[in-house]
């Protein structure tokens, strides 16, 4: 998420039902019964909308839960993006920026950790240059 917030500028993500252990809005108004979060770590399912952002932030007892993951990683990019403009100007992040996330037309996300980590050696190659 932070590459498409620095790409189109929006400063913050709205996170709803971050603590979002039981399905309650497909199963009637009453509350789901809990479930074993380690046997079935869905909580949230409305059908064919699978997004990364639905669900829960954290477990009970603290665990972070992959969704947290992301919005840190997330967090950590937007930051390096940012890093990188102060060091070598908008336009060339944006370049870089633009190969996954064209002006116009949807995003070619990288599918692989390797195609991200190079992306962000790109970036570091921005703000360090040799």
């Given at each position: 998420?932070?590459?498409?917030?620095?790409?189109?500028?929006?400063?913050?993500?709205?996170?709803?039902d971050?603590?979002?252990?039981?399905d309650?809005?497909?199963?009637?108004?009453?509350?789901?019964?809990?479930?074993?979060?380690?046997?079935?770590?869905?909580?949230f399912?409305?059908?064919?909308?699978?997004?990364?952002l639905?669900?829960?932030?954290?477990?009970?007892?603290?665990?972070?839960?992959?969704?947290?993951?992301q919005?840190?990683?997330?967090?950590?990019?937007?930051?390096?993006?940012?890093?990188?403009?102060?060091?070598?100007?908008?336009?060339?992040?944006?370049?870089?920026?633009?190969t996954?996330?064209?002006?116009?037309?949807?995003?070619?996300?990288?599918?692989?950790?390797?195609?991200?980590?190079?992306?962000?050696?790109?970036?570091?190659?921005?703000?360090?240059?040799?």
């Amino acid at each position: 998420m932070g590459w498409l917030g620095f790409a189109h500028d929006i400063p913050i993500w709205y996170v709803w039902d971050a603590f979002y252990w039981r399905d309650r809005h497909n199963r009637g108004r009453d509350l789901a019964p809990a479930h074993d979060l380690v046997a079935d770590p869905r909580t949230f399912d409305d059908g064919e909308d699978h997004g990364a952002l639905d669900g829960v932030l954290a477990y009970p007892g603290a665990l972070p839960s992959l969704r947290l993951a992301q919005l840190r990683r997330g967090l950590t990019d937007r930051l390096l993006l940012e890093a990188a403009v102060a060091r070598a100007g908008r336009p060339a992040v944006m370049a870089l920026v633009r190969t996954i996330i064209p002006a116009a037309g949807p995003p070619r996300w990288p599918t692989s950790d390797a195609a991200w980590e190079a992306l962000r050696g790109r970036v570091f190659a921005l703000i360090a240059p040799r």
